[in-house]
């Protein structure tokens, strides 16, 4: 079974930077696309970020348009969001999630990992 584990988490100020990594063990994620979602304190989860399963085509929630970018990197089996520009509404639990499918997409995933705290407060 696949199994992703999301790194990168951490407190930081706004208008600062992370970088989230999503790694998967044991199985390649060359078939899978790659989704981000993120979930507040007392709020539903909401999809940010996809990648197709061959890097070529991404798509961002509007609140991250411009701050945020998707990448994949096949060497390392490892997909990453950046984020830049960092506000304290991006404050969250980040998960990423796996679906055997090519194109990009925010629903339907097949597998999650447990998710990372990112935390952006002065």
């Known amino acids: 079974q696949l199994q992703l584990v999301e790194s990168g988490g951490g407190l930081v100020q706004p208008g600062g930077s992370l970088r989230l990594s999503c790694a998967a063990s044991a199985f390649s994620l060359d078939y899978y696309a790659i989704g981000w979602f993120r979930q507040a304190p007392g709020k539903e989860r909401e999809g940010v970020s996809c990648i197709s399963s061959s890097g070529g085509s991404t798509n961002y929630a509007d609140s991250v348009k411009g701050r945020f970018t998707i990448s994949r990197d096949k060497a390392k089996n490892t997909v990453y969001l950046q984020m830049n520009s960092l506000k304290p509404e991006d404050t969250a639990v980040y998960y990423c999630?796996?679906?055997?499918?090519?194109?990009?997409?925010?629903?339907?995933?097949?597998?999650w990992g447990k998710g990372t705290l990112v935390t952006v407060s002065s």
């Open positions: 999630a796996a679906k055997l499918w090519a194109m990009c997409v925010m629903g339907g995933m097949d597998y």
